[in-house]
């Protein structure tokens, strides 16, 4: 069994900063990539940051401010977000793509984190 444990989000001022963690938790798994969602109120879930071993990649609205990265011993991957705009309020998810082996088979496949609530207000 694999799970994804979130950590982290809050309330905070503009201009302020967070750290997100996102740990998988399980065996018998590998990660291809691993990525933060982020979904505010009347809106669709958009792609925030992706890591993997071709790099890392972000969105326009948050180049220069967030900095994701991973911590491949622990399987734990982080958002930290500086330079917070109220815009960026949402809840935030982590997603992991992996590969899981079992005894008879390997396959791909995608886990979502419970999500956390990260509100930037003054």
């Known amino acids: 069994q694999v799970r994804l444990v979130e950590s982290g989000g809050g309330l905070v001022q503009p201009g302020g900063s967070l750290r997100l963690s996102c740990a998988v938790a399980?065996?018998?798994?590998?990660?291809?990539?691993m990525s933060w969602y982020r979904q505010a109120p009347g809106k669709q879930r958009e792609l925030v940051a992706t890591?993997?071993?071709?790099?890392?990649n972000y969105v326009d609205s948050v180049k220069g401010r967030f900095d994701i990265s991973r911590d491949s011993p622990e399987n734990t991957m982080y958002l930290h977000m500086n330079r917070l705009k109220p815009e960026d309020t949402a809840v935030y998810y982590c997603?992991?793509?992996?590969?899981?082996?079992?005894?008879?088979?390997?396959?791909?496949?995608?886990?979502w984190g419970q999500g956390t609530q990260v509100t930037v207000s003054s």
């Open positions: 997603n992991a793509d992996l590969t899981r082996t079992t005894e008879r088979t390997r396959y791909r496949t995608n886990y």
């Open positions: 399980g065996s018998a798994f590998s990660i291809n990539a």
């Open positions: 890591i993997s071993n071709g790099g890392r």
